[in-house]
């Protein structure tokens, strides 16, 4: 079983950044794809991104390119989320996820293990 804990949520302005981390205590993230997911009240989870092991493949929803970066330092097994430019429609709870297994779009993966999320409210 892996934990995993999200920090870094928070209220934001309409265009101000946020970067989420997401730990393992213990455990050692390196060899797990992660991905991050939000899920806005009365909607269904989406994908929002994902990075491989080593962190050279990076994957991202349409509706985040060019406005978030996911990136990982498995020295400190961490991953993060780094969002700028936000907007109202981001506002959600963010989860992150890790997987062993890859096959298919990145947002089908099937992720094994789930934090409890960490809120990220935008303000307009």
């Known amino acids: 079983q892996v934990q995993l804990v999200e920090s870094g949520g928070g209220l934001v302005q309409a265009g101000g950044s946020l970067r989420l981390s997401c730990a393992a205590p213990?455990?050692?993230?390196?060899?797990?794809?992660m991905g991050w997911f939000r899920q806005a009240p009365g909607k269904e989870r989406e994908f929002v991104a994902a990075i491989s092991r080593s962190g050279a493949g990076r994957y991202y929803a349409d509706s985040v390119k060019g406005r978030f970066t996911i990136s990982r330092d498995n020295a400190k097994n961490t991953v993060y989320l780094q969002m700028n430019s936000l907007k109202p429609e981001d506002m959600a709870v963010y989860y992150c996820?890790?997987?062993?297994?890859?096959?298919?779009?990145?947002?089908?993966?099937?992720?094994?293990?789930w934090g409890q999320g960490t809120r990220v409210t935008v303000s307009s």
């Open positions: 996820a890790a997987t062993t297994t890859v096959n298919g779009a990145p947002e089908n993966w099937r992720y094994d293990y």
């Open positions: 213990g455990r050692t993230l390196s060899t797990y794809v």
